[in-house]
């Protein structure tokens, strides 16, 4: 069994530096309206596997728990590209060097990056239940 806890620490290790996932410990949020939550996610053009499922289990997660909210614009999803100079702007805003997933609503930042990482490709159900319960306590 320890070696079945080595082995899969290991693998998600790999995984995750090879996707180059980080982010900054020293985050400042951009203020938004205190009555929306914006949901970003941070990548670059070269994406893999765990990368893409990221992006399309949050997008999954909202569309099931918060439609209405989708479509009044109260919470909103954004992806961007690191690569590319919108992406590049607002990841200096909020101090953003690498694959992020930040909810963000007023002056309150969440990082569910190593949440993302971690669930959206093996548990994507856990995953988001993760992204609905933080999007719950914003809310």
């Known amino acids: 069994m320890e070696a079945f806890k080595l082995t899969f620490m290991l693998i998600m ?5 090879a996707c180059n996932a980080q982010s900054s410990q020293e985050q400042n949020p951009v203020l938004t309206d205190a009555g929306e939550l914006q949901v970003y996610y941070f990548h670059f053009t070269r994406r893999c ?3 893409n499922a ?4 949050t997008k999954v997660a909202l569309e099931t728990f918060y439609a209405d909210r989708v479509k ?3 919470i909103a999803f954004t992806s ?10 607002m990841a200096e805003q ?11 609503r007023g002056d309150q ?31």
């Open 80 to 89: 961007l590209n690191l690569e590319e100079e919108d992406g590049k702007e």
């Open 94 to 104: 909020l101090k953003v060097s690498g694959q992020t997933l930040l909810l963000v």
């Open 109 to 139: 930042m969440v990082n569910l990056t190593n949440e993302g990482f971690m669930n959206a490709r093996t548990n994507p159900g856990r995953f988001r239940e993760i992204l609905k319960s933080n999007i719950d306590k914003m809310l």
């Open 13 to 17: 290790a790999v995984s995750l530096s």
């Open 54 to 57: 990221v992006e399309t289990e």
């Open 72 to 74: 009044d614009g109260t």
């Open 49 to 51: 596997a765990t990368c």
